[in-house]
């Protein structure tokens, strides 16, 4: 059973930045999407396990990096300059395989980013 643990949620200002961490139970191809209040998940970026090939959603290009330190099986978010509308539930996936599709088969309980104006 794989299991993924988010942390690094909570309340910040607008402008700051904040660090999401994903824990895995393995070694996996790790993403991370996010869910705004009466909106759909939606794509943030993901992380090959071997080779540190990422792949980001357009509008997470300027603000948002993902990395991974494979010595721990941690992925994680790094997100600038945040913004109000960054304020979701993030959640971290992982699959077996990298590739071009957005199904996830694992997926982590999300953690909470609230940013205030």
């Known amino acids: 059973q794989v299991q993924l643990t988010e942390f690094g949620g909570g309340l910040v200002q607008a402008g700051g930045s904040l660090r999401l961490s994903c824990a895995a139970s393995g070694r996996y191809v790790m993403a991370w999407f996010r869910q705004a209040p009466g909106k759909s998940r939606e794509f943030v970026a993901a992380i090959n396990w071997n080779n540190d090939d990422t792949y980001y959603a357009n509008s997470a290009k300027a603000r948002f990096t993902i990395s991974r330190d494979n010595t721990k099986n941690t992925a994680y978010l790094q997100v600038d300059s945040l913004k109000p509308e960054d304020t979701a539930v993030y959640y971290c996936?992982?699959?077996?395989?990298?590739?071009?599709?957005?199904?996830?088969?694992?997926w982590g309980q999300g953690t909470q980013v609230t940013v205030s104006s």
């Open positions: 996936a992982a699959r077996e395989n990298w590739g071009p599709s957005y199904r996830y088969d694992y």
